[in-house]
């Protein structure tokens, strides 16, 4: 995850120029997951966090699942915002059934 986390840096600094949106959020999910596996520190999820990435998750939640747990994680570790957090949790066990 370390080594990962510096060609994503990398990635985000020298190629961003050549990457389409989807892209960027993309590599910017990989980034929150690098962070959130190797990092006690949740709070550089915070900067790398905005809303165009809250709506692509969300929009992409319907096709791609595992999508939501990262909505979860945000909610649950980072806001620390219980009823977000529960809505998604929510989600996940409509899934199940």
Same mark, same amino acid.
């Given at each position: 995850?370390?080594?990962a986390?510096?060609?994503i840096?990398k990635?985000l600094?020298e190629?961003?120029?050549?990457?389409?949106?989807? $892209?960027? !959020?993309?590599?910017?999910l990989?980034?929150?997951?690098?962070?959130? *596996?190797?990092?006690d520190? &949740?709070? #550089?999820?915070?900067?790398i966090?905005n809303?165009?990435?809250?709506?692509?998750? $969300?929009m !992409?939640?319907?096709i791609?699942?595992?999508?939501?747990?990262?909505n *979860?994680m945000y909610?649950? &570790?980072? #806001?620390?915002?219980?009823v977000?957090?529960?809505?998604?949790?929510?989600?996940?066990?409509?899934?199940?059934?």
């Amino acid at each position: 995850y370390l080594e990962a986390r510096e060609y994503i840096d990398k990635i985000l600094e020298e190629g961003k120029e050549f990457l389409s949106n989807q $892209d960027m !959020m993309t590599i910017k999910l990989q980034l929150i997951n690098c962070i959130f *596996y190797t990092s006690d520190d &949740l709070s #550089e999820i915070k900067e790398i966090w905005n809303d165009d990435l809250k709506r692509y998750l $969300d929009m !992409m939640s319907s096709i791609i699942p595992t999508y939501i747990g990262f909505n *979860y994680m945000y909610a649950a &570790l980072v #806001e620390k915002d219980e009823v977000s957090a529960i809505r998604y949790l929510e989600q996940f066990e409509l899934l199940d059934k």
